[in-house]
């Protein structure tokens, strides 16, 4: 069993510990399962903190508040443009076809990042000199645990050979289905996506996958 909480409730007239295993489960039955939606990870902490000060003592206040109103996303048939890292721009949309990474820095927690960023530099040079799509990453910066994670990491780890973009907002990545870190997306020339993946794969997989646009 999880330990008690150390804040306590009324109930009843009573004063009543709270077990943390009976509050979690509460707050459980009220969290909706949906598809994952980057844009609205900032709506959904919102929530959360006010359905857990409702079950506090004295129902304390957020301290900001910020519009529930739905946020859509930027599908790869409109042009967008993302600031790069370390500077400049990085534009995608319609008019040739690409190859998206989405990713986030807090996977060196659970695979080989900086071997399989690495990696994909195989991939850009091979690109570069045939008829492959241009690879592109993305950093998710509304799941890292701050603004200037991506950054740091990627300039401690130097040139990759490829751009690496900030989606900021999240609503690339709602707009190009993506559902999990990390998630491969290959859209062609009029911006449709023809192929996605969820996890990493060799160079030469990515090859063959590319050619379909």
Do not use: C
Request: net charge positive; charged share 15%; aromatic share 6%.
């Amino acid at each position: 069993m999880d330990p008690v909480v150390a804040e306590s409730v009324r109930s009843n007239g009573r004063m009543t510990a709270v077990d943390g295993s009976s509050l979690t489960a509460r707050m459980r039955l009220r969290m909706p399962l949906t598809t994952m939606a980057y844009a609205s990870i900032g709506q959904a902490a919102q929530i959360l903190a006010e359905e857990a000060a409702s079950l506090l003592p004295g129902h304390p206040k957020l301290a900001s508040q910020r519009s529930l109103a739905h946020i859509g996303g930027l599908a790869p048939t409109a042009r967008a443009t993302l600031n790069a890292v370390p500077s400049g721009s990085v534009t995608l949309g319609p008019g040739r076809p690409h190859l998206v990474l989405f990713f986030a820095t807090w996977l060196t927690e659970t695979s080989g990042l900086r071997a399989q960023l690495t990696a994909l530099g195989r991939y850009a040079r091979i690109a570069r000199h045939g008829t492959l799509p241009q690879l592109v990453a993305v950093d998710e910066v509304a799941t890292e645990p701050s603004p200037g994670a991506a950054y740091s990491y990627l300039q401690r780890l130097g040139h990759l050979g490829y751009p690496v973009a900030l989606d900021t907002t999240g609503r690339l990545a709602d707009g190009y289905g993506v559902q999990d870190q990390p998630w491969f997306v290959l859209t062609s020339a009029s911006g449709k996506i023809v192929w996605k993946h969820d996890g990493w794969l060799p160079v030469t997989a990515l090859k063959a996958a590319a050619r379909r646009a």
